[in-house]
């Protein structure tokens, strides 16, 4: 079974400091990661997927992930944090399982950017 | 332009009444989905339409009843509702189902109490 884990419910960070969010990931065969951003009381806004190639994948937001396939890793990284970052981020993969097609989640992690 | 749109924002409805949730995109994606959302959790896929046919259905309770009326269109009708159904309910676009390298794009979800 694929399944993606986010460990941390809550990260918390001063703004202008680099965040990093946590996911594993556990699938067979190669994965497809993605994360996804959601603000308070909006749905789900993707920020960035990999497929292959790079290991350093960059998406909206300023926001990047580094893929890590010996520690099976999927980390969402930026380098200086936004108060405006604040929000729930979820990773998660793409099951390829036959007949279904659907996006399974890690269980989220909060970040909280404090000014 | 990577918008699928949700109507309607919000809506409280009896357990006796028929409500529906409404979903639209212009982005000539094939692949339609609903989610449901409860309260800090992620979301969990309910049904798959490709092609304008339902393909998946994760076992949902008749009372949600599906309909995809041309490729735009996505609605949900409701039913006989209980109070433990209330949460986001997100509609879901991406190009096709099966190409799991393909990103799947969300809408602001339609926020569903039953009282």
């Known amino acids: 079974a694929q399944s993606v884990a986010q460990p941390e419910d809550q990260v918390n960070v001063a703004e202008g400091n680099p965040l990093t969010v946590k996911c594993t990931y556990s699938?067979?065969?190669?994965?497809?990661l993605f994360w996804y951003v959601q603000y308070p009381n909006r749905g789900l806004q993707f920020l960035l997927k990999y497929i292959t190639g790079d290991n350093l994948v960059k998406g909206s937001y300023g926001f990047e992930a580094e893929f890590n396939k010996s520690q099976t890793s999927f980390h969402l990284k930026k380098p200086s944090a936004l108060v405006s970052d604040s929000a729930l981020y979820f990773c998660a993969v793409r099951d390829r399982s036959y007949n279904t097609d659907k996006l399974i989640f890690g269980t989220g992690t909060r970040l909280q950017v404090f000014p | 332009d990577t918008e699928v749109t949700q109507t309607p924002k919000h809506l409280v409805m009896g357990m006796t009444n028929k409500k529906s949730l409404k979903c639209e995109q212009h982005m000539g994606h094939r692949a339609m989905y609903w989610y449901k959302q409860k309260a800090k959790k992620p979301p969990e896929l309910m049904f798959v339409y490709s092609y304008e046919k339902l393909s998946i259905n994760e076992s949902v309770p008749s009372r949600f009843s599906p309909e995809c009326p041309n490729s735009s269109l996505l609605n949900l009708h409701l039913h006989a509702l209980q109070p433990e159904d209330s949460a986001l309910y997100l509609c879901a676009s991406s190009q096709e189902t099966g190409i799991f390298s393909n990103t799947i794009y969300f809408g602001e979800g339609s926020w569903l109490t039953v009282v």
């Open positions: 699938v067979s065969g190669n994965p497809y």
